[in-house]
């Protein structure tokens, strides 16, 4: 067991109030940190801070408008002095084909997506550069990030953003020893994919392409992102960590079911 890793330490987890967001907070404190939690959701938040106590911190902000982070960035700075650990989290999409796509479809996914992680990471690094102490950053991407998707071409161009602007913002804020990674989840049981989870033949179709055979429970992508963040991972920085139950790696024929 990894005791506590994170004593001492603050954290800003964007997209706080749900799924995976809120199980990186609830694993966090209990690592011993300190957690400022964003999201747009007022009511998710106020139910996280009911659950967690006083180290969570719940700041309503929408992480698509610059102004509103950087209040929520300073939330952090104000109680707790410094910023060690961040986690941007927040994201949707609005899906749709390409030949119908509006603008306002894209530029509301791309932004949430990708935006949002450029600004957030932005105010957090300005956080951790002038507290010193240097830090780690963890962006949410996605297996879509490598993988298209049906109907999902501004949701997948963001996420692979996210990875590159991942190892931009790694290379960029190494001198300042700011850490920074991405990780690609692949189906994650959220309220995200609500849809999905609770439908079983569209459940199944997903599940036919996971060796492991299940969606991720929230609190096994949250394992991997505390990893990054954490003293365990102090010499990787610009990489992409894909946490998917095999599912990349799954899509050559499988010929062996001919035999059977
Ligand atoms: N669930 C999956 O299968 C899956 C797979 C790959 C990647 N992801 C990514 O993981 C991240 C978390 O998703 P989740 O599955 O936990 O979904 P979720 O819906 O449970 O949580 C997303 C949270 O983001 C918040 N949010 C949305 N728009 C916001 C905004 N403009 N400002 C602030 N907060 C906002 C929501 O209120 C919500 O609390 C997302 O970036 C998502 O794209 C999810």
């Not at 935006?115 to 956080?127: G, I, M, N």
Request: glycine share 12%; net charge negative.
């Amino acid at each position: 067991m990894n005791a506590r890793r994170f004593d001492g330490r603050t954290a800003v987890v964007t997209g706080a109030a749900s799924g995976i967001g809120a199980a990186i907070a609830a694993a966090l404190i209990a690592e011993g940190a300190d957690v400022v939690g964003l999201d747009i959701d007022a009511a998710g938040l106020g139910k996280k801070a009911a659950e967690l106590g006083d180290a969570f911190v719940p700041v309503v902000a929408d992480v698509t408008a610059e102004d509103q982070i950087e209040a929520g960035i300073a939330t952090a700075a104000s109680r707790f002095g410094r910023l060690d650990a961040a986690f941007n989290v927040a994201g949707g999409s609005r899906i749709g084909a390409i030949t119908d796509l509006a603008v306002e479809d894209w530029d509301f996914t791309v932004d949430l997506v990708q935006k949002s992680v450029f600004l957030c990471t932005k105010h957090e690094a300005r956080l951790m550069r002038d507290s010193g102490n240097g830090g780690a950053i963890v962006n949410i991407s996605s297996l879509d990030g490598r993988i298209p998707m049906p109907g999902g071409s501004a949701y997948a161009t963001g996420k692979a953003g996210v990875v590159m602007f991942s190892k931009n913002a790694a290379l960029e804020l190494a001198p300042h020893r700011i850490r920074v990674n991405s990780v690609l989840p692949g189906l994650v049981d959220t309220p995200l994919v609500a849809a999905i989870m609770g439908y079983d033949p569209a459940k199944q179709m997903f599940l036919d392409r996971i060796p492991l055979g299940a969606a991720a429970a929230p609190e096994q992508v949250a394992g991997p992102c505390l990893f990054l963040a954490s003293d365990d991972a102090s010499y990787i920085t610009g990489t992409e960590l894909v946490v998917d139950g095999g599912w990349e790696v799954s899509n050559f024929p499988n010929l062996a079911k001919l035999a059977g």
